[in-house]
Antibody
Framework: QVQLQESGPGLVKPSETLSLTCTVS????????WSWIRQPPGKGLEWIGT??????????????NYNPSLKSRVTISVDTSKNQFSLKLTSVSVADTALYYC????????WGQGTLVTVSS | DIHMTQSPSSLSASVGDRVTITCRAS??????LTWFQQKPGKAPKSLIY???SLQSGVPSKFSGSGSGTDFTLTISSLQPEDFATYYC?????????FGQGTKLEIK
């Protein structure tokens, strides 16, 4: 059974960069789609972006898609040696305070437990 | 972007009731739809994918139907553990989008 676990700082200062990592266990990261989603306190779910990684399809492997509202500030990448994928969100503001989740597949059948990131000085 | 609209936004029901939640897409998404259940303080849990396929381990009292723009999630014989917030999500095209959620409360 695949399991995902988010990790990273719980507090980030305004204008700085939010960096999170999702560690995948029980399966390999070199196939499937891998996504980040966030949820501001008391609000709904917002898709951040997705990366596709496939060792058997190098031409498409590593391709990313991002939410247009965040695209200029977001980068998602994969580290196959550690079976992890990462999120970087630059120039954060208080509006980026949220629970951040990682998930597998476009249909998001598997999720991590989430990690709360607070943006505050 | 494809906008997903759920109805109702909140719903009160009793233990043993059968309820239906609707999700409408602003354009056709074939059957690229997932339903999630989220309880307070927990991550969303996938219930149904591809509009009508039951996720492994999910009780058969949950069922999904629909294709194109209109979808439903039905929960039969509500139990206390079913009171939660439910979301739909389309993965037909980027950007992926979620419905605003339906909060199912005990009457």
């Amino acid at each position: 059974q695949v399991q995902l676990q988010e990790s990273g700082p719980g507090l980030v200062k305004p204008s700085e960069t939010l960096s999170l990592t999702c560690t995948v266990s029980g399966g390999f990261i070199n196939t499937y789609y891998w996504s980040w989603i966030r949820q501001p306190p008391g609000k709904g779910l917002e898709w951040i972006g997705t990366i596709y990684y496939n060792d058997y399809n190098p031409s498409l492997s590593g391709s990313t898609n991002y939410n247009p509202s965040l695209k200029s500030r977001v980068t998602i990448s994969v580290d196959t040696s550690k079976n992890q994928f990462s999120l970087k969100l630059t120039s954060v503001s208080v509006a980026d305070t949220a629970l951040y989740y990682c998930a597998r597949d476009s249909s998001m059948q598997h999720w991590g437990q989430g990690t709360l990131v607070t943006v505050s000085s | 972007d494809i906008h997903m609209t759920q109805s109702p936004s909140s719903l009160s029901a009793s233990v043993g009731d059968r309820v239906t939640i609707t999700c409408r897409a602003s354009q056709g998404i074939d059957n690229y739809l997932t339903w999630f259940q989220q309880k307070p303080g927990k991550a969303p849990k996938s219930l149904i994918y591809s509009a009508s396929s039951l996720q492994s381990g999910v009780p058969s009292k949950f069922s999904g139907s629909g294709s194109g723009t209109d979808f439903t999630l039905t929960i039969s014989s509500l139990q206390p553990e079913d009171f939660a917030t439910y979301y739909c999500q389309q993965y037909h095209s980027y950007p992926f989008t979620f419905g605003q959620g339906t909060k199912l409360e005990i009457k």
